[in-house]
């Protein structure tokens, strides 16, 4: 018999529900995609209940970075580099510098997570993702990251804009980033002032808006207004990539193994894809938070993290599967977002909650399915196909 903690069930699922119930008719336009022009109309967000709770006159960020790919001085692989940081502080302390150094040093490793093996591109589709640092405090610190190629002609390098927060809240910073994106285009010097009055504002209260006034040469002055949800409970989180990429019972499997502390690892092609999905999986514990180990996306330098005995949730790029399945790893749910199968399992995942208790989630979450738009509508079509379909079979780990 499977061990199902009483209080869990009750608070837990609860949430689940109402996250599920209250996110669903309000998202109903489509699903985000691994490109700049859908994610801005989908943020990502990330979960409120693992970050400090915010209730306005914070600062937006600490630090706006540029990370490119420089070549390294012996063989043709490149080294991802901040090559533009604002502000520069100065005058620190010796603790608060080499904290500094340690923070400073660790982003562009996540920035590209995908390894130094880069050439020079023509095309390249831009992505909006994140990554979680955590203190050794058990604090954390949010990277918004948006990766494209920039202006110019013929191959180049990509680069990402990095803004580096405390508070989460991916609308609003996926926003900023549109802003700096296209002063970027037309010189680093037009970022500073946007920048600087974006530092001097305080972060709003749910349901207010900050207006912030900034001059662009040829276009003139403009207003941008930046209005945090009045829900702060929904603000940090997107369900619409976890819908498409999985049936609900999947959900519910995955729900369950978080709520027991397991190994949790998401594969996935794009990073967006990626770090939407394992935010809202770890969405689904509130008013609980995932405690262990959080990486959205894992470099090609930590791919090790999949080994740990403790319990992890993680991210790791299609592109490392097989490496993946070939690393020593003793009960763990390996999630394949791209195919929407569970390519490793414990076995009982099924067994976790109560039958009746799945099945009052599940005709909860048809219910609030069937009453939302389109894309939605869709999903209840692609998902009724998919149960006809003849599923891989699982890997049982013994």
Not at 23 to 39: I, K, Y
Not at 172 to 185: G, N, P, T
Not at 304 to 331: D, I, K, L, N, Y
Not at 375 to 384: A, G, S, T
């Amino acid at each position: 018999m499977p061990y199902r903690p009483k209080k869990m069930e009750r608070q837990v699922v609860g949430g689940i529900l109402r996250r599920f119930r209250n996110w669903l008719p309000r998202h109903g336009a489509g699903p985000p995609q691994d490109n700049l022009g859908e994610v801005v109309k989908e943020p990502e967000r990330a979960q409120e209940h693992c970050l400090p709770n915010f209730a306005g006159g914070q600062h937006f960020f600490e630090y706006l970075l540029v990370v490119s790919l420089k070549k390294k001085p012996s063989g043709d692989d490149y080294e991802p580099t901040i090559t533009y940081q604002f502000p520069k502080r100065e005058n620190l302390l010796r603790g608060q510098q080499e904290e500094e150094e340690r923070l400073l040093g660790a982003i562009p490793l996540f920035c590209f997570p995908d390894g130094n093996e880069w050439a020079p591109l023509t095309e390249y589709p831009r992505e909006t993702f994140s990554f979680v640092l955590t203190n050794v405090d058990g604090s954390r610190k949010i990277g918004y990251c948006r990766r494209l190629l920039p202006a110019g002609r013929g191959p180049r390098l990509p680069r990402v804009y990095c803004i580096i927060s405390c508070i989460g809240c991916f609308g609003l910073f996926s926003k900023i980033l549109d802003e700096v994106e296209k002063r970027h285009q037309i010189s680093m010097a037009v970022i500073y002032p946007f920048m600087q009055g974006l530092r001097e504002a305080a972060f709003p209260a749910p349901g207010k808006t900050v207006t912030l006034k900034s001059f662009i040469p040829d276009s003139g002055t403009e207003f941008i207004s930046l209005t945090r949800p009045l829900d702060s409970h929904l603000e940090h989180v997107d369900f619409s990539s976890l819908l498409r990429c999985l049936s609900f019972e999947q959900i519910l499997q995955i729900f369950a193994s978080a709520v027991l502390e397991r190994r949790i690892i998401f594969l996935a092609e794009g990073l967006s894809t990626l770090s939407q999905c394992i935010h809202a999986a770890a969405a689904l514990l509130y008013p609980f938070s995932w405690a262990h180990t959080y990486i959205p996306v894992v470099p090609e330098s930590l791919l090790a993290t999949v080994c740990c005995p403790t319990p992890f949730m993680v991210g790791v790029q299609m592109r490392f599967r097989q490496e993946v399945m070939e690393s020593p790893m003793e009960e763990v749910l390996l999630v394949n977002l791209c195919e929407g199968t569970f390519l490793m399992s414990v076995g009982d995942e099924k067994d976790i909650l109560p039958p009746k208790l799945q099945e009052d989630i599940l005709e909860s979450l048809g219910q609030g399915i069937k009453g939302s738009q389109s894309y939605f509508q869709q999903k209840i079509l692609e998902y009724e196909e998919r149960k006809k379909q003849k599923k891989p079979k699982e890997k049982t780990l013994k």
